[in-house]
């Protein structure tokens, strides 16, 4: 008790500096400009309806088989759309698709039939060529695509995509312009839901092949979603505007979305309170736990299958070759000496849940029951045993307490990053006397570091791609391009292979139940918490919906002042 004691304290001298003024008041939000009306300035034509909100990252590519991260899928989820999507009840319809796909008995052949009235911004019919292309192209090992390996439950697409096997091996094919045959590896119960993500939405074929830096500005951006892509001032704004060739255009009672890019969540909260936004994510910790406090009605606590973690990089070599994270003591101490509970309620603030493993609460089990019952607490702290289990890997290593001065935590520029890095430094220090140092970066720097290995400890998230459990637990398959600790068990990866190939759904969660206690007796990584998103939106802001695992959709927003 003692010792929890002492962390705490420590903890409220290192933040209280943080989050005093924190939390601008409502008259402070805009020094010295406070009688000037929230519009004035704005170039938005006068009665058209245009949503102000922030995109906390610029985006790496607005190419859906190049992006990474919701940095990235914000914008993309408003601009391109696929075969299938989630409407405001949380439904997985029809979009590209005018029906249901003909699935054939064995589970492994959809055939999908495309609408008749569906165009690509520049008035291009959309084609199913236009997504055999696309996928294919994703693919394609020249394109480089992080994400990949979501089409390798196409047969012939993980051979191609690894070099041992031809284009011509993709099962996926337009038998014309309307109708698109994909066949698959093995039945894949959550593929129509990956119809459904960002790295599957088609491209337009002419576009592409015509100009190869088709995506990187707004002038030469195609896209067949309810809003398109006008103005992209790199690390600055985007702004989206109402596509008049999207189908469902009369649905869209928004004429566009503005996204300003600001890293920083007090200035971009300023702005909000201000009266320059309508909608805003993320917000800095201490305005959620105001709001929460105040009841303020502008505050949503958002649903989210997403896990906070850091990553060990298991290759970095800290002094003479020694690699103090390919030391699995050495990991699980740094696990067992998190006190998650005090960094979820003195900290996030957002009621996130304390982490229990690495798959978070909210996806089903083959029974429809929630998946993580039977898994089971995998995660503990426990001091003690932790400061021990640290003693014994430094022993095995030949590293002393002094060395880990070396080490340094990389997280991108947040200020909610940076106080749960800070709380995570002293409880390390206080607990295991290391003395870790902290580093931020831009998103994108973060994530090119990690891709490289150029990381020692790194902040890391995972929002799910799909609801089932394996697209938590496929992020530390050996060869995955997501696995930054570089973990590399062959049980493991014969446990995911089974996942992905098992027609058996008692077959597949046993082994995803077993994969997860593997990955937590190992421990590549820290969890740290379960995500929710705490969003802010203006009381006349309308028709927004926050799917599991996306960020909240905008596209069927309405501005009612």
């Known amino acids: ?62 190419d859906p088989a190049l992006a990474t991260g ?27 698709a005018k029906e249901e796909p003909e699935v054939s008995d064995d589970k492994l052949t959809y055939t999908f039939k495309l609408r008749d009235d569906i165009k690509w911004s520049n008035g291009d019919p959309v084609t199913a060529g236009d997504f055999e292309f696309a996928w294919k192209r994703a693919l394609d090992p020249k394109t480089a695509a992080d994400y990949a390996h979501q089409l390798y439950y196409i047969k012939g697409g993980e051979e191609y995509n690894t070099g041992k096997g031809k284009i011509e091996d993709v099962m996926v094919k337009a038998e014309d312009d309307k109708t698109l045959v994909v066949t698959l590896d093995a ?39 309810p809003f398109t892509l006008k103005e992209w001032t790199h690390s600055a704004s985007i702004k989206l505007r109402k596509n008049d060739n999207y189908y469902d255009k009369d649905k869209i009672k928004l004429d566009g979305i503005d996204f300003d890019i600001i890293s920083d969540e007090n200035t971009a909260w300023q702005k909000y309170e201000g009266g320059d936004y309508d909608f805003l994510l993320p917000l800095p910790q201490a305005v959620v736990a105001q709001m929460q406090a105040e ?40 696990t067992m000496t998190l006190d998650r509970k005090t960094i979820v309620e003195k900290i996030a603030q957002g009621g996130q849940i304390v982490a229990e493993g690495v798959v978070p609460f909210g996806l089903k089990d083959e029974n429809g029951k929630e998946y993580r019952d039977k898994v089971g607490k995998l995660v503990e702290y426990n001091v003690d045993e932790g400061k021990k289990l640290f003693q014994e890997g430094l022993k095995e290593t030949g590293l002393t307490a002094e060395d880990f001065k070396k080490v340094v935590l990389v997280y991108n520029t947040s200020e909610a990053h940076k106080k749960i890095a800070q709380a995570a430094q002293e409880m390390w220090r206080v607990n295991l006397g290391v ?37 938590f637990l496929e992020l530390w398959y050996s060869s995955s391009p997501f ?79």
């Open 1 to 62: 008790m003692k010792k929890k004691f002492l962390i705490f304290l420590s903890l409220i001298l290192v933040l209280s500096v943080v989050i005093t003024g924190c939390v601008p008041k409502s008259d402070d939000a805009n020094p010295g400009d406070k009688d000037k009306p929230a519009d004035e300035g704005k170039d938005t034509p006068k009665g058209e309806k245009i949503l102000r909100t922030n995109n906390a990252s610029e985006p790496g590519s607005l």
């Open 70 to 96: 919701t940095h990235e899928s914000y914008a993309l989820d408003h601009t391109f759309e696929g075969l299938m999507k989630l409407n405001p009840d949380l439904e997985l319809v029809p979009a590209m």
């Open 187 to 225: 039945p894949t119960p959550y593929f129509l839901e990956l119809t459904a993500f960002y790295t599957l939405y088609p491209v337009n074929q002419k576009v592409v092949e015509a100009n190869a830096d088709w995506a990187k500005n707004a002038d030469t951006h195609v896209s067949n979603g």
């Open 295 to 334: 009841k303020n009605p502008e505050l949503v606590i958002g649903t989210e299958v997403g896990t906070y973690y850091y990553s060990l990089n298991s290759q970095f070599e800290l002094k003479d070759g020694i690699k103090p994270f390919a030391n699995e003591k050495i990991r699980k101490a740094m």
């Open 435 to 471: 003395e870790i140092q902290l580093e931020n970066a831009e998103f994108q720097v973060k994530l090119d570091r990690e891709r490289s290995g150029d990381y020692m400890v790194s902040r890391s998230g995972w929002i799910g791609d799909y609801t089932d459990p394996i697209t």
């Open 483 to 561: 696995n930054y600790p570089k973990y590399n068990n062959p049980e493991y990866d014969k446990l995911i292979d089974t996942i992905k190939s098992s027609p058996d759904a008692a077959v597949r969660f046993d082994s995803l139940r077993k994969a997860e206690k593997m990955i937590m007796e190992d421990m590549p990584v820290v969890p740290v918490y379960f995500y929710t998103l705490p969003y802010a939106q203006k009381p006349y802001v309308t028709g927004v919906f926050k799917p599991l695992v996306n960020y909240p959709r905008l596209t069927y927003a309405d501005i009612n002042k």
